[in-house]
């Protein structure tokens, strides 16, 4: 059985750092992506950062890149996304996917919330 496990988040003041973990069982090793989505209420569900398992190759888009790192650690089978100078416009519930096999991976989302 594959499952994504995701945490961390919370409630966080502008400016302030957080930290999402997507924790995979399941999967193999390497050969796919991971990526964070989030989903502001009353928005689509728009992709934030991806990880390519083989290579660590990464990608964010333009809103975030300079503030969010997104890391592979393969003895915790675990992927990380570091948030940092957080704004009240990264308030939105996150989830991690993992695309395999032509399948959609999601893992329950997890709410971060960037007060003023």
């Known amino acids: 059985d594959v499952q994504l496990q995701a945490s961390g988040g919370g409630l966080v003041q502008v400016g302030g750092s957080t930290r999402l973990s997507c924790t995979k069982s399941?999967?193999?090793?390497?050969?796919?992506?991971i990526a964070w989505f989030r989903q502001a209420r009353g928005k689509e569900r728009e992709g934030v950062s991806v990880?390519?398992?083989?290579?660590?190759?990464?990608y964010y888009i333009e809103s975030v890149k300079g503030r969010f790192t997104i890391s592979h650690d393969k003895a915790r089978n675990t992927v990380t996304l570091q948030m940092h100078s957080l704004k009240p416009e990264d308030t939105a519930v996150y989830y991690c996917?993992?695309?395999?096999?032509?399948?959609?991976?999601w893992g329950k989302g997890t709410q971060v919330t960037v007060s003023s």
């Open positions: 990880i390519n398992l083989s290579d660590s190759s990464t």
């Open positions: 399941g999967f193999p090793n390497d050969g796919y992506v």
């Open positions: 996917n993992a695309h395999l096999y032509g399948e959609d991976y």
